[in-house]
């Protein structure tokens, strides 16, 4: 069954430092996103993406993040100088279309800022 | 801004003791309300989507259903493996993203 796939499963980094988290969506799927969930609290949306541009981003997505589809198959988040707040498990998403289908979900990245 | 409330935070069910969850939602035009279930530590998975009211989804023990203000995920006759996160999210019209609910933890004892 085709999923979304993650890397790396947990990274950790510190104060400042840029990381980049990467994702590869479903083959098919036409539509990406990134969202984010600090320890304890709600699935929060930072972007989403179709036709090689940000079709919408959440207050959270600053100056700070940027996205990239390098080529076909990957779909990265970067975040170039990080805070302890950053901290949170980051999730990769993918859709076949805006509208009547669901939004499949990586397994995550675990980003720790020390 | 649309708005997701899901009750109660916490339940907790004996094995086959059939419960409820509510997902009530504010949106200003519900494109779909979703339903994923999330595991300690992993992703969202995906179980249901609901587009107007009055639709109903089932699979397996769970079923999902849905009004103009809120939706319900039904869990008939739970077994332990049902443990989860069950969480709720809504998209609008004219709108890319989700908006989540803080979801509700259900723990099933044998």
């Known amino acids: 069954e085709p999923e979304v796939t993650q890397t790396p499963s947990h990274q950790v980094t510190q104060m400042g430092q840029e990381v980049i988290l990467r994702c590869v969506p479903i083959?098919?799927?036409?539509?990406f996103y990134w969202y984010r969930q600090i320890l304890g609290q709600k699935v929060e949306f930072l972007v989403s993406?179709?036709?090689?541009?940000?079709?919408?981003k959440s207050e959270i997505f600053d100056d700070q993040f940027s996205v990239e589809r390098p080529d076909g198959s990957n779909f990265t988040l970067k975040i170039r100088s990080t805070k302890l707040e950053d901290s949170a498990m980051y999730f990769c998403?993918?859709?076949?279309?805006?509208?009547?289908?669901?939004?499949?979900f990586g397994q995550g990245t675990r980003l720790t800022v020390v | 801004e649309d708005q997701v409330t899901q009750s109660p935070e916490a339940l907790r069910l004996q094995e086959g003791e059939s419960s409820s969850l509510n997902c009530s939602y504010t949106?200003?035009?519900?494109?779909?309300l979703f339903w994923y279930r999330q595991d300690p530590g992993k992703g969202p998975e995906f179980l249901f989507t609901?587009?107007?009211a009055g639709e109903e989804k089932e699979k397996e023990r769970l079923k999902a259903t849905l009004t103009k203000k809120e939706s319900f995920l039904h869990i008939t006759a739970p077994k332990p493996e049902d443990s989860a996160t069950y969480l709720c999210?809504?998209?609008?019209?004219?709108?890319?993203?989700?908006?989540f609910g803080a979801g509700t933890t259900v723990t099933v004892r044998a």
């Open positions: 998403a993918s859709r076949e279309g805006q509208q009547n289908t669901e939004a499949f």
């Open positions: 083959s098919n799927h036409l539509y």
């Open positions: 993406f179709y036709n090689n541009e940000i079709s919408e």
């Open positions: 949106v200003s035009g519900l494109r779909g």
């Open positions: 609901l587009y107007s």
């Open positions: 999210a809504v998209q609008a019209v004219n709108d890319y993203k989700l908006s």
